[in-house]
């Protein structure tokens, strides 16, 4: 019998799971996060669920941590004091940036400033071309002479980016082995290793973003690993989540923590795609909504999305381009500003507005009677009645109804001449109104059909409000899992090891240089191998290979799944048909007759994927859904445009394949899940609320 | 009393805009023009109708976002609604009724329920190529600049009309791109119509003429409480730009009365025999863009919004040209005019005007034969130097205003092209001095690899006559072309030069704001550090002592 834990350090909360292979072991632990040593909470949580018990403590065999401490560092800008080397006439590369506004508008449009200091930014008298050949060779002694300077300037991290090394790296690698004479105690990372592929603003920020909190990744990730051993003496591996959905062992981790940055939002993508597997939903959109945002993530064909790039810092958080690029894989998914603290108000047009400003969890909404006097979308919640004032957080916090009515009156309700009441309604709708856009968007940018996508709701607040979501997408069912608070840390466990690699070899489709092709990916393909063969019997290792495409002269490129095998020109026919299916399923259309170019080829190593046992829910006697009525109230209901009674279930006695009818409410420690309309709800063997939204005959 | 409730109207509102919005994603990411996809070279929106625009996506640049605003009324006055059928869709690039360049194709599509036209989507994208000259300058006429499309229909009843799709094709160089466009241009207003019916479904409406007129009412009230709470008066303002043959002077006054604002132009140069005239729309779209900045940055872009404001130049004029004047390069003037209305309404908006920038995108051309391989290259790109500063906030180095262009990275200018980009820095002491700084500009140096002599054509402004500055910032760095051989370029002359020519471009910096004197020190120091300012500019012109 085997453990496995899953951990994830969040804002508030640093989350546990402890399961079991067999499915007979489930425990969620939460406690608070600790962010001066985040490992604390950890440790803490861990002890807990161990508690004192050897026999467990003996087989918890697997680890597997996320954290957002990286993101933290640097948005918070504390990290190492860091330097860029580069060739020659380009130090401002990473300043200049593209150039380009994101705001139209914003005349106070501000741009992030790079993570190491124009006076930080070193040039060298080397230049290699396009082609990868050498025009100018590198001068040894000028590069120790800059290692001293750099030693004298206080540097504690260096990365170096110089221009073409993804096409030779030879250069970079001389650099790398000067520095480590020279300079033993910098931090290190070379942008032909970490992200080989073209473009010198989005390469050096990268290879800038992952040095500057390389110090603390390592810092932190080997006292965890020391402390598992020697505080609890756990014999467990320790495995780190990748942004891209995959595990990597920590000397990975701590040498490229840039790809860790999302960790937590991957982990609840990979819960979303294991629960929709599990319900026989490939397509599936993961809805998150907490305090501050809602995020939303589309699962396809049973995988997350993937995307090639992301951006830390941002300058507005809900603003594309308003950050530092970082070119990693990451689960693409969208986030804006709508969650329970954020703020409705009335514009200079006399429209209700609802966010992307929160009053967060300090002052908080108006009902927390902790000092916040502007209405949020929890204050409106509450006054729907989807919320109940004696339970939330399961009665560990009392609402104040006041509060919350007399701000919604006076800010909202008497501005705009509605009852508070309509108000309420306005406010709660208008926060779906806004998620809702936002997703549909999101799937239309990757060419998918939301209608058919079940919504998969976590978070506080997301099942108060998923109903309402998918009712405005026509989605056909809502899914709430049971523990929608520990998700994140649940996914960890359905993740499999894996290692991603890419580089950049252009060329167009018909003239490529195959072996170039060939002997790249054969490349890529043996240090994975290497990396993972080090936890995984080879047998079990298995890759994925992309190759990023694009028609000729189009600006950017679709991540195109491709074959592995050979790769020599018998390949052309297949390759393009793989990159017009995937071009037709995002946009519609093909180009036929225009060339066909591949600009970077990916090769993903991973191992088996885990399985992951849930509890069962105990059969009772009985199906009936009355045992876990715990009374009944009066909520909104938008079909009849007001109040009515409903009844209110306890989630946790309600028994396996009950099946109820909406309007209801269901309530749970950490939510609400809110059916203020018509839907069939059912309670599957695992406890998960599966409710299939009825049309036509409305509530 | 409206018969939409409060609440209604909001959700109806936020879904127009989303409907448009899906819409230009849509375009965006799946045109063949790279200024469309990457610049956001296009714009989409709902129209009423009247040919009221009110609603419209959050992306694009201002030259199409306004112009296309205002070209709906064409296609109406064309084809008046009641005469439209189910399965029309409309086309037009005529330059004096939608944006101002041959190359701006806008599609319109009627929307239809039981029967009657309720609504129209429209969308503007530039064509990768449009025949003619190809997007130059060097035109007399509009003849010269390609074919002209005047309104018509491109589908009648759901039935192609396959005159107007062959003569395009068989006009412009490119013409897979071109038409590809035209039909992503199509299929996102087919997209919108849906979205736009399935909503008036979900809500029981039949038509959105109610919703037009709460949405272009509060829009319009919204707009004039703005400008209702700046001073009556007149403003006047005067910018200098290096122009062709000779310096164009842009004169407007801004005539604040009540709550309207007019901004007239009279007194600015005549038309110009080259391709650098404005048609008035064009005008009236850069030039309300910059009274929204200034004033109005977050009220939506609708019917409503335009209303209080009028834009008068005279006919015949080079911000009214008269057909068939040539205005291919009319973006060479254009991109100046938010300048000219801010510093028109710094008396009276101290704290909402930025400083005039660089304004003119820096767009290099060069063409010649790769050494390596013998064969032809051709190749564009545009670059930006700084914009002005603020009253509390510094410009911004090296980022394009107003238009919205991405640059692209040298290593990927060097995959392309036999060209080796030897240099791409930030230019010291090139953004205006003032109390707060003007961006800088930047430094490209070019190498071409080619053993013949090689074409160059830049167009390049702000070369004689800086960005001024504001309320005492000093004027940006003006810009600079320079060789390495003694080959004399001019910034707006095409010239065959020697292949060992290595050109350097200096790009201006942007105005400051406020006294220099008055700069704090820390931020003095850290200009002087970090190598934005240097030691002796900060001495002469900032009056602070560094060692």
């Not at chain 1, 809110?674 to 509530?699: F, K, W």
Request: charged letters at 25%.
């Amino acid at each position: 019998m085997s453990l496995r834990v899953g951990a994830d350090i969040g804002g508030t909360f640093t989350d546990l799971v402890l399961v079991g292979e067999d499915g007979a072991t489930f425990e969620i632990g939460k406690v608070l996060t600790s962010p001066r040593r985040p490992d604390d909470a950890v440790i803490e949580g861990l002890s807990k669920l161990v508690d004192g018990d050897d026999e467990r403590r003996a087989a918890i065999t697997n680890v597997v941590h996320g954290t957002t401490l990286f993101t933290n560092a640097l948005i918070e800008r504390k990290g190492a004091v860091t330097a860029l080397i580069t060739t020659k006439g380009f130090r401002d590369a990473v300043e200049i940036g593209r150039e380009h506004r994101y705001d139209i508008y914003d005349l106070r449009m501000k741009r992030p400033e790079p993570l190491a200091p124009r006076r930080l930014r070193f040039e060298l008298d080397e230049r290699v071309l396009a082609d990868g050949s050498v025009r100018k060779a590198l001068d040894e002694g000028e590069v120790r002479a800059l290692a001293q300077t750099l030693i004298e300037a206080g540097v504690e991290a260096v990365g170096v980016s110089l221009i073409h090394a993804y096409a030779n790296d030879a250069h970079e690698r001389r650099v790398a082995k000067i520095l480590a004479e020279e300079a033993p105690d910098v931090a290190l990372t070379l942008s032909s290793e970490l992200v080989p592929e073209i473009g010198e603003y989005v390469r050096g920020s990268t290879v800038l973003a992952n040095v500057y909190v390389k110090g603390i990744a390592e810092q932190y990730l080997s006292r965890l690993r020391e402390r598992l051993k020697g505080e609890l003496d756990l014999p467990a591996s320790l495995f780190i989540m990748q942004s891209d959905g995959g595990l990597c062992e920590i000397e990975a981790a701590a040498q490229a923590p840039v790809r860790l940055v999302e960790s937590g939002p991957a982990g609840g993508a990979l819960a979303a795609a294991y629960y929709g597997d599990l319900l026989g939903h490939v397509d599936v959109l993961a809805f998150d909504m907490g305090g501050t945002t809602a995020k939303a993530c589309v699962i396809a064909d049973g995988n997350p999305l993937v995307a090639n790039e992301f951006e830390v810092d941002r300058q507005y958080q809900f603003k594309k381009q308003s950050g530092l690029p970082v070119k990693v894989p990451v689960i693409e998914m969208i986030e804006i500003g709508t969650g329970g603290g954020s703020i409705a108000r009335v514009d200079a047009l006399k429209r209700l507005q609802v966010g992307p400003d929160s009053a967060g969890s300090d002052p908080g909404p108006a009902s927390y009677a902790l000092g916040g006097d502007q209405p949020t979308v929890t204050d409106a919640d509450l006054l729907l009645g989807y919320l109940d004032p004696g339970f939330f957080l399961g009665g560990t916090m009392a609402l104040d109804v006041k509060a919350a009515e007399d701000a919604i009156r006076t800010k909202v309700a008497e501005p705009l001449g509605l009852s508070v009441l309509e108000a309420a309604w306005g406010i709660h709708q208008l926060a779906n109104e806004s998620m809702a856009s936002a997703a549909r968007i999101h799937t239309i940018e990757r060419g998918k059909n939301i209608t058919a996508f079940p919504i998969f709701a976590t978070g506080g607040a997301g099942p108060v409000h998923a109903f309402g979501v998918a009712s405005i997408l026509r989605s056909p069912r809502v899914i709430y899992p049971l523990g929608a608070g520990v998700m994140s840390s649940i996914g960890f466990l359905t993740a499999p090891m894996s290692i991603g690699f890419s580089r950049s070899l252009p060329g167009r489709l018909d003239k490529l240089d195959w072996d170039g092709v060939a002997r790249i990916v054969g490349e890529m393909e043996a240090s994975g191998r290497e990396i993972l063969g080090r936890t995984i019997d080879d047998a079990d290792i298995g890759f994925n290979h992309f190759a990023d495409m694009r028609y000729q002269k189009q600006g950017f490129e679709v991540r195109v799944p491709i074959a592995g095998g050979t790769f020599d020109a018998a390949r052309h026919d297949d390759m393009l048909a793989r990159f017009e299916e995937t071009y037709r399923g995002i946009y519609g259309h093909v180009m036929e007759g225009t060339p066909v170019e591949a600009i970077s080829w990916r090769v993903v190593a991973h191992g088996p994927k885990p399985t992951l046992a849930l509890p069962k829910a105990a059969r009772g006697e009985s199906k009936d859904p009355a045992t876990a009525l715990k009374g009944r109230r009066e909520i909104y209901l938008p079909a009849q445009k007001a109040l009515a009674e409903v009844p209110i279930y306890d989630r946790y006695r309600l028994p396996a394949s009950a099946v109820l009818n909406g309007p209801a409410i269901v309530e749970e420690r950490e939510s609400t899940v809110v059916v203020n309309g018509a839907g069939r709800i059912q309670v599957d063997e695992n406890s998960n609320l599966i409710i299939d939204l009825l049309t036509g005959d409305e509530g | 009393m409206m018969a939409i409730d409060q609440i209604t109207l909001d959700i109806l509102w936020s879904r127009l805009i989303a409907t448009a919005n899906d819409q230009a994603a849509a375009l965006m990411r799946s045109s063949f023009t790279s200024i469309v996809r990457e610049a956001g070279d296009l714009s989409a929106g709902v129209f009423d109708r009247r040919g009221r625009m009110i609603a419209q996506a959050v992306t694009g640049t201002p030259g199409h976002i306004n112009s296309m605003a205002t070209g709906m009324v064409w296609f109406l006055e064309r084809f008046p609604v009641d005469s439209l059928k189910p399965g029309d869709v409309l086309i037009t690039n005529d330059p004096w009724k939608t944006a101002s360049q041959l190359n701006d194709i806008t599609i319109a599509t009627p929307v239809f329920k039981n029967g009657r036209c309720i609504a129209f989507f429209a969308n503007c994208c530039h064509a990768l190529d449009i025949g003619g000259r190809g997007l130059s300058a060097d035109s007399r006429s509009v003849f010269e600049e390609g074919i002209f499309l005047p309104v018509m229909k491109l589908i009648d009843q759901g039935e192609p009309v396959e005159a107007v799709f062959e003569l395009i094709r068989a006009n412009v160089r490119t013409p897979e791109e071109v038409m590809g466009d035209i039909h992503c241009q199509i299929v996102g207003n087919e997209a919108g119509a849906k979205q736009l019916l399935s909503f008036m479904d979900e809500f029981g409406l039949e038509d959105i003429e109610e919703l037009a007129d709460e949405i272009v009412t509060r829009s319009e009230a919204a707009m004039r409480d703005r400008i209702r709470d700046l001073p009556d008066g007149r403003y006047p303002y005067k910018l200098t730009i290096d122009g062709f043959d000779e310096p164009l002077t842009l004169k407007a006054e801004i005539l604040v009365k009540g709550d309207e604002l007019t901004v007239d132009f009279a007194g600015s140069p005549g038309q110009v025999p080259l391709g650098v005239n404005v048609t008035l729309n064009y005008t009236a779209a850069y030039t309300t863009y910059g009274v929204k900045c200034a004033l109005a940055g977050d009220i939506p872009n609708n019917e409503g919004s335009f209303i209080p404001v009028t834009v008068r130049a005279p006919e015949g004029t080079l911000l009214n040209a008269k057909y068939p004047a040539a205005v291919g390069g009319r973006h060479l003037v254009g991109h100046f005019l938010p300048s000219v209305v801010m510093g028109a309404l710094a008396e009276a908006l101290p704290d909402q005007v930025m400083a005039p920038g660089f304004d003119g995108l820096w767009d290099t051309h060069i063409a010649g034969v790769d050494r390596r391989t013998g064969e032809h290259f051709s190749y564009t790109w545009f670059s930006a130097g700084g914009t002005g500063a603020l009253s509390d906030q510094d410009g911004l180095s090296a980022t394009a205003y107003p238009s919205g262009i991405a640059g692209v990275p040298a290593e990927v200018i060097e995959t392309l092209a036999p060209l080796v980009v030897r240099r791409r820095e930030l230019r010291t002491d090139s953004g205006g001095a003032g109390r707060f700084r003007g961006g800088l500009g930047q430094t490209m140096e070019i190498e071409v690899l080619t053993d013949e002599p090689y074409l160059f054509s830049g167009l390049y402004e702000r070369t004689k006559h800086p960005a001024p500055g504001l309320h005492g910032g000093r004027a940006g760095e003006a810009g600079e072309l320079l060789t390495n051989n003694g080959t004399t370029l001019e910034p707006k002359i095409s010239a065959l030069v020697p292949a060992d020519t290595v050109t350097v471009l200096e790009m201006p910096g942007g105005g400051g704001y406020g006294d220099p004197k008055q700069r704090e020190r820390d931020a003095m120091l850290r200009d002087v550090r970090e190598g934005y300012v240097s030691v002796e500019q900060a001495a002469e012109v900032y009056g602070v002592e560094i060692d």
